[in-house]
């Protein structure tokens, strides 16, 4: 299947830094890429729709201006969590959607990013 | 109601038995269904897909979509302990927006 990958997998960081991550397709483009967030045991929520070439798309009570998206190429989507706190510590995971081919726009998953902030 | 719902579970099944995994969708005209697997701490990874009525196979994963009762299914025949993870269920709608049932645990007993 298609690679999407995610960068880095680990962070920890003091409370009050900024986060950046980073999710690449690296066998398609793609318009549109999805950042999603888990909590232990718990199921993913969606908290944004990544568009290349335009503003993401935030699910209700995401705040925008904390996690700031940047979808500035058709293989890249940036997350970056502005200044940190411990309740944002949690796993996100990005997704790339292929939208080539049969049609299917099958959603590929990166690793996932482990984010403790201390 | 939610777009795709699916029952969390857990779900307990011996090793070499077959685990029966559904999940119902709201919208009718939905195109795509999608089966992801998740082990605890890693992110989703795609099994299978399916978009035609009926049965698709892949090893010893079947998919089973039936349109008409808006319902599809995973069977894992001869389960391995290695099945042990979450499931999730997810569909591609008319208006081609994704949803993400909440996942099914399943726990295969050695």
Known sequence: GAVVSQHPSWVI???????????????????????YRQFPKQ???????????????????????????????????????????????????????????????????????????? | QKEVEQNSGPLSVPEGAIASLNCTYSDRGSQSFFWYRQYSGKSPELIMFIYSN??????RFTAQLNKASQYVSLLIRDSQPSDSATYLCAVRSTGNQFYFGTGTSLTVIP
């Open chain 1, 13 to 35: 960081c003091k409370s009050g830094t900024s986060v950046k991550i980073e999710c690449r397709s690296l066998d398609f483009q793609a318009t549109t890429m999805f950042w």
């Open chain 1, 43 to 118: 199921s993913l929520m969606l908290m944004a729709t990544s568009n290349e070439g335009s503003k993401a798309t935030y699910e209700q009570g995401v705040e925008k201006d904390k996690f700031l998206i940047n979808h500035a190429s058709l293989t890249l989507s940036t997350l970056t969590v502005t200044s940190a706190h411990p309740e944002d510590s949690s796993f996100y995971i990005c997704s790339a959607r292929d939208e080539s081919g049969s049609g299917n726009h099958i959603q590929y998953f990166g690793a996932g990013t482990r984010l403790s902030v201390l």
């Open chain 2, 54 to 59: 009926g049965d698709k196979e892949d090893g």
